[in-house]
């Protein structure tokens, strides 16, 4: 009962609970991209200076989208 300030409140929540899950989710997409992209990532947060995360991946074996080569322009 969208009338119930009960019930608007826990709908509320769980709308902010899934729009947390999606920032989460969004953030450890563009991790994952950066990891296969350039062998590293950097973690940020409120709570914590900047840490870089460095799979020691020779820079030789890095993705270079460039020319016709990006994955945005194949058919």
Do not use: C, H
């Not at 009338?3 to 902010?16: K, V």
């Amino acid at each position: 009962n969208l009338a119930d300030p009960a019930y608007r409140r826990r709908r509320i929540i769980m709308q902010n609970m899934r729009d947390e899950e999606m920032a989460i989710a969004q953030v450890e997409e563009m991790q994952a991209v950066s990891a296969v992209l350039k062998g590293k990532y950097t973690m940020t947060g409120e709570a914590f200076e900047p840490v870089e995360v460095d799979m020691g991946r020779d820079e030789a074996n890095n993705i270079t989208q460039s020319g016709g080569t990006e994955w945005s322009k194949r058919d």
